[in-house]
């Protein structure tokens, strides 16, 4: 008698939510029924009753990463971090960095800067650079206006040259200081995201007649489309006394500007760097640069190099060749 007594009446229904998830209509409306019975109020129709999953279609779609706005932090959910280390341009170890003509005798038309004797170098080395950048201040003008440091080193080793006893061939070090003003405008389609006012240095650190340096003023302005960056960059030389500048002629083989465009897909990027001195005479020299980062395993990328031109490093500023380098990117850029 008890087990009659327990099942002659259904249990008593908490709430509507517990109503509305049956699938019968006609369960549901029993439902509804026993908690009208139970509260004293009456049930909403079960055609009213919103469908479970209504909210999670109606959600809007989530926004596309801004690719500069991660690099620079530029958007507030990516503000008030300062002294953090990021990457500034690429980082990797290329093993196999192919030269097509090696500059075996570097020359400057600055008193006592060329080689007298050629170098038995090899064509084949390896190339590393390390770069990475930090924000110093960030909003030095009520809400806009930080200020960052980046150093770039980059190293040619001549690892296969036995003969020579493997030494590291150049060195350059590049250490900058940026202004970087947030901008928010549109261009044929692009969104501009900064512009930045930097003091760039950039030599070898080496002795005479090998010595190599300049200082720059740069001026950049970046946009943004989907997973496109484009980056133009014009600069200025600040001027040196003729007994102290190592490479007057400097700014006719490694130009006036670059321009640098970065593509994203997923995990693989593609980078090209164009640098012109902007002449448009027979002495328009320049170089061009192509770099392409690809998943291998994991957090591991391979990395491939091309360049041709002039001013691959200090030391071949005004040397002309070709370099092919394959190895592996260590952090990711974008």
Known sequence: MALVLATARPTMAASLADCR??????QRLACYDRLADDTGTTPPP???AAPATSAAIAAPPTAAPSLLGKTWELDPEQRGHILRIRPYQPVY?????HASNPNRQPASPSPGHAVGDPVDLSANEAKLQISLKTKIVEDLFRDNGDLWFGFTQTSR?????????????ETNYEPEFMFVWRTNYDLL?????????????????RSLPLSRSWNRLMLATSLERDNWTITLRPWWRLPESA???DNPDITKYMGRADLLLVRRSGNHQFSLL??????LDAGNRGAVQMDYAFPIAGELRGHLQWFSGYGESMIDYNHRSNYFGLGVSLLEWY
């Open 21 to 26: 998830p049956l699938s019968d209509e006609s």
């Open 93 to 97: 170890v290329l093993p196999l960095f």
């Open 157 to 169: 080793w001549q690892v296969y040259n036995a003969g020579l006893s493997r030494p590291f061939r």
């Open 274 to 279: 164009l640098r012109n001195n902007l002449r």
């Open 46 to 48: 079960a055609s009213t």
């Open 243 to 245: 007994n102290k500048d």
């Open 189 to 205: 389609g692009w969104r501009g995201r900064i512009v930045d006012l930097s003091l760039n240095h950039q030599s070898n650190g």
